[in-house]
């Protein structure tokens, strides 16, 4: 059973940067796509980025140009480069991996916070 651990996360003001940390323990996520989500109160989890085992990417366009997911496989961790934050992009963000050790409905981090401040 993979376990993912986000990191990361605060409070930032408009304009800003942060990048988010998944790091994964339990098995090996090097052949799983990567996904981040995020879950702002009162509304549904969006998609933010995923990234395949092969390192082809895509971005939700909400946050294209701003936002770049990137993995390192010895570290079996997946980035979130968020840069020119928005207050809208104030939300937990959830990392997920989905693939041969992670099969079915894949496994869930728990989340880190990130408040944008305006």
């Known amino acids: 059973q993979v376990q993912l651990v986000e990191s990361g996360g605060g409070l930032v003001q408009a304009g800003g940067s942060l990048r988010l940390s998944c790091a994964a323990s339990g098995s090996i996520v090097s052949g799983n796509v990567m996904r981040w989500y995020r879950q702002a109160p009162g509304k549904q989890r969006e998609f933010v980025a995923g990234?395949?085992?092969?390192?082809?990417?895509n971005v939700a366009d909400s946050v294209k140009g701003r936002f770049t997911i990137s993995r390192d496989n010895p570290k079996n961790t997946v980035y979130l480069q968020m840069n020119n934050l928005k207050p809208e992009d104030t939300a937990v963000y959830l990392c997920n991996t989905l693939g041969p050790t992670a099969p079915g409905d894949g496994s869930w981090g728990q989340g880190t916070q990130v408040t944008v401040s305006s």
């Open positions: 990234i395949g085992s092969g390192g082809s990417t």
